[in-house]
């Protein structure tokens, strides 16, 4: 454990993951509120709280994850973004070929 | 460990080709960790209402367990972040403080889960019982276990760094089981969503 010699530039109190975390609690309180307490349609419920769950991930990956932080950040970032867009195709992908012949669906 | 290239400010975690290889192959992972969920969410989101008679989630979900489940995940990757920065602070106790945390809030959370999923099938609602109960389970499941899975490693972990103190190796192991915890509640998030929220505003 010869890791004395070390300065650190972390030492200063941890601002990012407080505010990180307050965003976090912010933005679950937000979409229930969306969710219980407005007159929105359902249709728009969902959009808005899918919208707030997106920042909430973005908070968590930047300013928990520090994903930018590396010298492959560009690469993580990338990943993460690609995944992001197969999660998409397979979700909307599916919601929308299953809806034909699926008359009784709840949407 | 060929560290003469890197400022000292470098986290040790980052100080080895090793180290850096490692985290950038986790990212990968969590990548393909995505998309296995995304089928999951998939296959949920198109059962929704196919419950075959039996009792539906508007009749069995509890906002008040599932803020408490959301809210303990929630703090819990928030400790674990914090734990992190007193690693980088080379401070053990600070990590092992934070850790521990982290670890009793995700013990919690599951402890909580556990009771849901005891309480549904009790109520009627089980893996069999439909379409709907299956993809639940199966998806809110899924995330059950990766959570179980990652107690279980950064307990090895944390047996680690009580042996060997602050490496380049252990605090690589640290960091890495941090992105994953992280992700885990990621995970959360959508499941909050898609599945509690959306279950109970229906």
Not at chain 1, 84 to 93: E, S
Not at chain 2, 92 to 105: E, H, M, R, S, V
Request: with cysteine.
């Amino acid at each position: 454990m010869s890791n004395n010699e070390q300065t650190n530039s972390h030492s200063h109190f941890p601002w990012s993951h407080l505010i990180g975390f307050g965003l976090s609690i912010f933005l679950t309180l937000l979409a229930l509120w969306v969710g219980f307490a407005s007159d929105f349609s359902l249709r728009t419920i969902m959009i808005i709280v899918v919208i707030l769950a997106l920042i909430q991930a973005a908070i968590q990956l930047l300013m928990f994850m520090h994903i930018t932080e590396s010298d492959s950040s560009r690469i993580q970032v990338g990943t993460i973004l690609y995944a992001v867009f197969i999660a998409v195709a397979v979700v909307a992908g599916t919601i929308w070929v299953m809806s034909f012949g699926m008359h009784n669906m709840n949407m | 460990m060929e560290s003469v290239e890197y400022s000292p400010n470098t986290p040790l975690e980052y100080q080895s080709e090793t180290g850096r290889l490692n985290i950038l192959g986790f990212w990968i992972f969590l990548g393909a960790e995505i998309a296995l969920f995304s089928t999951l969410f998939a296959t949920y989101l198109v059962l929704v209402g196919r419950t075959a008679g039996g009792p539906g989630p508007e009749e069995l979900f509890e906002l008040s367990g599932v803020l408490i489940e959301t809210f303990l995940l929630l703090t819990s990757s928030f400790t674990c972040g914090l734990a992190i920065h007193y690693m980088r602070n080379h401070s053990l106790k600070g990590l092992f403080l934070w850790l521990g945390i982290t670890l009793a809030l995700g013990l919690g959370f599951l402890g909580f889960e556990i009771y849901e999923f005891v309480h549904y099938i009790h109520e009627g609602a089980a893996l069999t019982t439909s379409a709907y109960w299956s993809a639940f389970f199966v998806l809110v499941g899924t995330h059950g276990a990766h959570v179980t899975m990652g107690i279980a490693w950064i307990i090895l972990i944390l047996i680690q760094l009580k042996q060997r103190g602050l490496t380049p190796d252990t605090t690589r192991k640290v960091f890495i089981s941090s992105l994953y915890w992280h992700f885990l509640d990621v995970v959360w998030i959508f499941i909050f969503t898609a599945v509690y929220l959306y279950g109970m505003v229906m």
